[in-house]
């Protein structure tokens, strides 16, 4: 397995075109970018702790050794609980998004899917799925996963819509390969990955062939681009020194548009192609398994990040003991772990799907929960945590100012508490990076909206 160092290294030799703010960027120079650079560096080097080895570490039944978890496909019900631990730790150590998170879970689905396909078809998808695994977990290579397309007039199916792209399409075919067109958005880490799966963000329907497409491409491929989210968060950080920034080595989640113009995939990395039958339940078991995990699981970590800082803040001022205080933090401490607790519950409810497979699923029913819950859950902690610490977290001076001789020493007067005023701010811009972030919509959106899990719930 590679540490964080030769995860880094090996990115050299990776040209991604990439696009921040209206230029293009280098991965490896730019301050934005580097820090999923560093998100996922860290991970790599978590598997290498022996603290965190039955988390971040699993046994491959294919190439006969450890591999990182990240590229593990779950063989039993621990294996999905080990799973979801893993998302915590990496919530807890990175304070953002843990980059290999959605490539790990297209894996198990598609592992799951493509056994069934070649069941049922006699298409040898499983075999070229079983090939790529491992390749992936021999060069222990970082991953992510790309499902949501840009989907246009979402009151028409694809092939009614103007700009046929705007879902993911195969638009040839040849003895070598496919050609893809499309985009997919939102997207978490592929900048940083060497390989994304691509999957179909939705179940299609006869004459919807061309869209029921899922494949695998290296990063840099021809024809592939990367066009970045932009935020207040980016333009601090292009221009406040590092050490000002909310989180300062890893800093929020970064995403990114990928676009496909005419990428050529050669056969052995498709894994559907035409065979609509099939995406639903590909979708759907992606949607289980990542629901758990980005539910019930790292939103879980996140919100001991959270939980951790509005007590710090309730100590530094000085109200830790009063009784509301105390209230609203075990409140915040209730939603996170009835997340937890749902996500324990999909884990060790999960079953083998379909039997025969080997591959091991959460239970449907818990993961959707967990997901439901942390969507409201999290705003609460949030809603909470911005309470508790106070308006300083959104109206705070810089902290640049400390370093002015002339407004430096008013601000050590009058925000010092218990503790400095370097301490007091720089917790406020811990919280600040959360509360008055862009965690909220994400963690309502990711894996899916709260009525896309009351749709799932309501028909299971």
Known sequence: MKTGTEYVQSLKHLKPRIFLGGRQVDLLENPTTMTVVRANARVYDLAHEPEFADVMTADSSYIGRKVNRNLHIARNTEDLERRAD?????????????????????LNALASVTWELERDTGTPYHQRFLKYLTYLQENDLAVSG???????????????QEDLDVHVRVVDKTSE????????????????AHETVVIPGMAMRPGEEDFAVAFAFPNGAPGVTYICQYSPFTAEREVMPEKYQGNP????????????????????????????????TLISRFAKIHRMNCGGACKVGFADL??????????????????????????????????????IAAAVKGRE????????????????????????????????????AGGLVVTMPSEKELENPESGPLLRKFFRTAVPAEKRLRLAKFLQNWTAGLHGPGTWHGAGSPQAQRMALYRL
């Open 177 to 192: 390969g496919i050609v893809v067109r499309g985009a997919k958005v939102s997207q978490s880490g592929a900048i940083a």
């Open 249 to 280: 080595l890893y800093g929020v989640r970064e995403t990114s548009m990928i676009v496909f113009d005419n990428v050529f995939v050669p056969w052995d990395r498709v894994f559907l192609c035409g065979e609509i039958r099939y995406t639903g």
């Open 353 to 388: 799907e379909p039997p025969g497979s080997g591959v091991f699923l959460p239970d449907d029913v818990f993961g959707n929960v967990a997901k439901l819950n942390v969507g409201h859950g999290f705003w609460e902690i949030m809603k909470w945590a911005g309470d508790i």
């Open 146 to 160: 790309a499902v949501t397309d840009a989907k246009g007039d979402r009151s028409k199916r694809p092939p009614q």
């Open 306 to 343: 959270i939980i951790g800082a509005a007590q710090l803040a309730a100590e530094y001022t000085g109200v830790d003991k009063v009784p509301h205080i105390i209230d609203k933090i075990t409140e915040m401490i209730c939603l996170s772990e009835t997340c937890h607790a749902c996500a």
């Open 86 to 106: 893993m998302a915590i730790l990496t919530a807890q150590k990175l304070g953002t998004c843990n980059y290999r998170c959605v490539g790990a879970d297209v």
